[in-house]
């Protein structure tokens, strides 16, 4: 089965949809999403929902694992590098980017001052740039993924 994730329009609540036939095939209740980023290998998704917390999913057994905290501030928008070993969270109102190593511990945060949001994120395909995206100031703020990292 070829499988997308989505988020329902009316509650914000991540949902697989089996691409092959448009069906609905699980839907995740109890937690409502904003943003979701999948890991290569796709057996992970991150998520986040405008809170503190990213939330990681298990994409195989179609649940929620472990939180992670993005050390106080809404979480807006979350982008994996392509090779799978870190994990980026824009942070909106302190206007930072949490950098989360995959499979370990703790949180590394780069201070990136812009005056305006972080409410997108995407990192190139050499996984050294951070692209973020500013509705506020109506930006871009180009960052270099390995100074963050």
Request: with cysteine.
């Amino acid at each position: 089965m070829a499988a997308s994730s989505t988020c329902s329009a009316t509650t914000a609540t991540p949902a697989v949809i089996d691409t092959q036939t448009n069906e609905q095939t699980f839907l995740f209740g109890g937690f409502p999403a904003l943003r979701l980023a999948f890991t290569p290998d796709g057996k992970s998704a991150y998520s986040v929902r405008g809170e503190p917390q990213i939330s990681v999913v298990d994409v195989a057994a179609n649940r929620f694992g472990e939180v992670l905290d993005s050390g106080g501030d809404r979480a807006t928008d979350v982008a994996v590098t392509p090779d799978g070993r870190f994990v980026y969270v824009t942070l909106r109102g302190l206007r930072q980017l949490a950098v989360f190593e995959v499979g370990k511990t703790g949180l590394g945060t780069h201070p990136v001052s812009w005056s305006g949001s972080g409410d997108g994120i995407a990192i190139t395909p050499d996984g050294a740039t951070a692209y973020v995206a500013d509705a506020h100031s109506r930006a871009v703020h180009v960052i270099p993924a390995g100074d963050a990292a």
